[in-house]
């Protein structure tokens, strides 16, 4: 899953598109206003300096949702450097997914194993927040997500538990300074796309 990125303030007119966030290029190719950044042969991103001359975005770090007006103007770029175009995103990443089941954490007294319906699919996951019960809905950062910190969210095994999926507080869903407890979504259903309603 790639995720596009701007900010004036820090950054000045250049919108990011990051494709592998935890590789770090080794080689730049640029065409005009279009960076194309590679680890060995794999593209991990594209730097599209002076944007603003193409189009203007309001944003401050990642970009969600991302708009298919955008994704137009950033696929005129990238097919203007020869580049592959970018899908359109039909996902944002995030998702809802409704708690059927908690379980106090074997090894971790302050932590807690949660199955959740995301949608039909059941996955499991470890938090630290406590904030909710069985029935309540969360949003949860799913396998591949680039998150607005730049990282990639990738599924494993932690202490043979499986971890699916990352549970958000609104502080990491940039919807408000709360970083200690999850964000509840119960005003929506379980599956649904956080960002892409």
């Given at each position: ?32 206003d279009?960076?194309?950044l ?50 359109y ?65 990738t ?10 999926a ?16 999850a ?15």
């Amino acid at each position: 899953m790639s995720a596009l990125f701007y900010n004036y303030k820090t950054n000045g007119d250049i919108l990011f598109l990051v494709n592998e966030p935890e590789s770090y290029p080794d080689k730049a190719v640029t065409k005009g206003d279009v960076v194309a950044l590679y680890k060995g042969e794999t593209l991990v991103g594209v730097n599209f300096l002076n944007i603003g001359k193409v189009c203007k975005i309001h944003a401050d770090g990642l970009i969600v949702p991302v708009d298919d007006k955008l994704v137009d103007v950033v696929n005129c770029l990238l097919e203007g450097a020869m580049l592959a175009k970018l899908d359109y995103f039909a996902s944002s990443g995030y998702k809802v997914g409704k708690v059927t089941k908690i379980e106090e954490h074997p090894l971790d007294e302050k932590k807690r194993i949660l199955t959740l319906d995301l949608g039909g699919l059941s996955i499991s996951t470890v938090t630290r927040y406590s904030n909710f019960s069985v029935g309540d809905n969360l949003v949860l950062v799913t396998d591949g997500t680039i998150k607005f910190d730049g990282t990639k969210f990738t599924k494993r095994l932690e202490r043979n538990i499986p971890i699916e999926a990352e549970v958000c507080s609104g502080n990491d869903l940039k919807v408000n300074d709360d970083f200690k407890s999850a964000f509840l979504a119960n005003d929506l259903e379980a599956g649904d796309d956080f960002f892409l309603r």
